[in-house]
């Protein structure tokens, strides 16, 4: 079984500070993903890297996958409270198809006005 | 264009009891996937149905089942309902799956509640 580490579990900070959040695995994954999920709401998908050592930017957030693709960090720049919400980060098996993702357990981000 | 919509939102049921949750897809596609998710937890994959047929099973016992209709849409099927069951029932739509990139759209889910 492929797990997947998410940390820290939880973040509070104030807005306008920096931040990243890790997921690790002892294994290697094809490519990973990062959802962002807001309560009562299902988790959307914000990037996937595919290529070790990928960095992928959206607005505030760089997203990086490391050389060997067991890890990948998210660092969220500037953080505001429409930020707030669970981080996770899922993959495939290794070899297989995304429909049977792992996800980690998330870590839940508030920022605070 | 409609995304992936689950009905009810919400359910309460005790234990013993069987629960029926239903997903539609989002417009245009055929493959639908079911995830538990437990509080505190990351969304765990329970199966996934292509084609009106379960192509791929998580660990789940015989007690989850499900089916897709022709129109695509989606029922997951739980019996002999367990406290630990309750969580919030995920379905994650796409197309037919070509490669480790695929999106999968995720519905806002159902809270099922067991007592």
């Known amino acids: 079984t492929q797990l997947l580490e998410q940390s820290p579990q939880f973040l509070s900070i104030q807005e306008g500070e920096n931040l990243t959040v890790y997921c690790n695995s002892s294994?290697?994954?094809?490519?990973l993903q990062w959802y962002r999920q807001e309560p009562g709401e299902g988790p959307v998908l914000l990037v996937t890297?595919?290529?070790?050592?990928e960095v992928k930017k959206l607005k505030r957030l760089t997203f990086q996958f490391g050389d060997a693709r067991k890890d990948s960090s998210l660092h969220i720049t500037a953080a505001q409270p429409g930020d707030t919400g669970l981080y996770l980060c899922?993959?495939?098996?290794?070899?297989?198809?995304?429909?049977?993702?792992?996800f980690g357990k998330g870590t839940l981000l508030t920022v605070n006005p | 264009d409609a995304g992936v919509t689950q009905s009810p939102t919400h359910l309460i049921k005790t234990r013993g009891q069987q629960v029926t949750l239903r997903c539609s897809p989002k417009?245009?596609?055929?493959?639908v996937s079911w995830y538990q998710q437990a509080l505190g937890q990351g969304p765990q994959f329970i199966f996934q149905?292509?084609?009106?047929?379960?192509?791929q099973r998580g660990n789940f016992p015989d007690r989850f089942s499900g089916h897709q209709f022709p129109n695509y849409s989606s029922e997951l099927n739980v019996n002999a309902l367990l406290l630990g069951d309750s969580a919030l029932y995920l379905c994650?739509?796409?197309?037919?799956?070509?490669?480790?990139?695929?999106?999968?759209?995720f519905g806002p889910g159902t809270r099922l509640t067991v007592l």
């Open positions: 994650a739509s796409s197309l037919e799956p070509k490669g480790s990139t695929d999106t999968q759209y």
């Open positions: 294994s290697v994954f094809s490519s």
């Open positions: 890297v595919v290529t070790g050592g």
């Open positions: 899922a993959g495939p098996p290794s070899g297989g198809s995304n429909y049977k993702l792992t």
């Open positions: 417009s245009g596609h055929d493959t």
């Open positions: 149905y292509y084609e009106e047929e379960e192509r």
